[in-house]
Structures are given as C-alpha cells and as structure tokens.
C-alpha cells in the first residue's frame, strides 16, 4: 500500500467552510490533531474535501491513530461526492485489500470513475486492468484507450506503456511511428526501459 503524500487537496468550493479553514491552517503549521478534530465537524456537514483529508490522515497516521478502515470509510464518502483523488485511493484499497476486502471489480469501478473525472493516475491503473482482465473483461483497445489519455498528461508509465501497445499491435493497429514518438517522450522523462527500445527500435526502422 502506498503512503499517501501529506498534501490535502482541497475543491476551491469546499474552502469557504469555516471548519475546513481551520483545518488547513492548523495543518500547514502541524498541529495535525487539532486540525483532525476540525476536518471531522467539516466532515459531517458532508464536505467532501474534508473526508478525503480525513481518511488521509487516517491512512497516515497523521494526528489520529493510523487505521486504514477509517480511511476507507472516508475515502467512500468523499468518493461518492466525485473527489477524484478519493475514488483512486479508495480503487487503490480495493485492489490492495487494505482497509477492506480485496475487491478487483470494485477497484476497476472507482479507478474508472476518477479516470473519467481526468486523473492520470487513474487512468493507468484502469489501463493496467483492461491490459491484464482483473476486475474487468481483458480489453486491449480499452487498455489502450486509457493509457493515452494519461500519457497524454505527462504519465510516464503510460507513456510507456502506450509505446508498447503500437510497437507490438495489441488493440490497434501496428504502428512503429506513434511507438517511437511515445518511447521518445517516456525517455526524456529518464525511464531507462524506454530510451532501451527507442534505440532498439529506430534501428529497426533504420
């Protein structure tokens, strides 16, 4: 399971509640406990940027006790209210089985709605279903389909791993040009196993 990064993405909507201010405040000084007690009150208003920061600190350990079950609850609730970020983390505990039980179709489902919402990361890991069939029916055009959309962000892996798919012809047509131009944008971002088959393959070409 990965551990989350510490910074509390918060909708430009939900900073006008007092509570989440507070929150913010307290936590860019450090004092995680109190700013806890107030992403709670926040929280139960039903402000979504407040649950997902809650089950941060929960999957953290950040000012209350680490439990990843509490994370998962919070990540629920600000899931259901299309906080992009939540739906990948709470994919994430589904695919792990950390927090809840490991549940791949559920993982695919909210890994799905955050893509859908544009979250890069998200779409790659929906890809990394498709490509594979867990959680999903394999789909190597579907995998494909989101791969790109979060190469075309800046994902290296996706990058990668739409490279891959033309070089190889899985889901699309072969196509040796749109390859390289992936590789060659995977490799300027330094993944070693992209700059190996750029040059592999423009000796092909060549």
Same mark, same amino acid.
């Given at each position: 399971?990965?551990?989350?990064?510490?910074?509390?993405? =918060?909708?430009?909507?939900?900073? *006008?509640?007092?509570?989440?201010? #507070?929150?913010?405040?307290?936590?860019? =000084? @450090?004092? *995680?406990?109190?700013?806890?007690? &107030?992403?709670?009150?926040?929280?139960?208003?039903?402000?979504?940027?407040?649950?997902?920061?809650?089950?941060?600190?929960?999957?953290?350990?950040?000012? =209350?006790?680490?439990? &990843?079950?509490?994370?998962?609850?919070?990540?629920?609730?600000? !899931?259901?209210?299309?906080?992009?970020?939540?739906?990948?983390?709470?994919?994430?505990?589904?695919?792990?089985?950390?927090?809840?039980?490991?549940?791949?179709?559920? !993982?695919?489902?909210? &890994?799905?709605?955050?893509?859908?919402?544009?979250?890069?990361?998200?779409?790659?890991?929906?890809? #990394?279903?498709?490509?594979?069939?867990?959680? /999903?029916?394999?789909?190597?055009?579907?995998?494909?389909?989101? &791969?790109?959309?979060?190469?075309?962000?800046?994902? /290296?892996?996706?990058?990668?791993?739409?490279?891959?798919?033309?070089?190889? @012809? *899985?889901? /699309?047509?072969?196509?040796?040009?749109?390859?390289?131009?992936?590789?060659?944008?995977?490799?300027?971002?330094? *993944?070693?196993?992209?700059?190996?088959?750029?040059?592999?393959?423009?000796?092909?070409?060549?």
């Amino acid at each position: 399971m990965k551990r989350y990064a510490p910074e509390i993405p =918060v909708r430009e909507e939900d900073k *006008d509640d007092p509570d989440m201010k #507070n929150a913010l405040e307290l936590l860019r =000084v @450090g004092r *995680d406990e109190e700013a806890a007690r &107030f992403l709670l009150l926040a929280s139960n208003n039903g402000n979504p940027s407040a649950q997902y920061s809650l089950g941060l600190l929960y999957a953290t350990g950040n000012g =209350v006790k680490e439990d &990843f079950a509490m994370a998962v609850e919070y990540f629920t609730k600000a !899931a259901e209210q299309d906080i992009a970020a939540a739906q990948n983390d709470l994919g994430m505990c589904y695919y792990d089985g950390t927090g809840t039980k490991k549940n791949d179709m559920l !993982a695919a489902y909210w &890994f799905g709605r955050a893509a859908k919402l544009g979250m890069a990361e998200a779409q790659l890991r929906l890809g #990394n279903m498709y490509m594979s069939g867990c959680g /999903v029916e394999k789909d190597f055009a579907k995998a494909l389909e989101w &791969f790109e959309k979060a190469a075309e962000q800046g994902d /290296v892996d996706a990058q990668y791993n739409t490279a891959m798919a033309y070089e190889s @012809g *899985d889901g /699309v047509t072969k196509d040796l040009n749109k390859a390289t131009y992936w590789y060659s944008l995977a490799a300027k971002q330094g *993944d070693r196993q992209a700059k190996r088959k750029l040059k592999e393959l423009l000796n092909r070409i060549d």
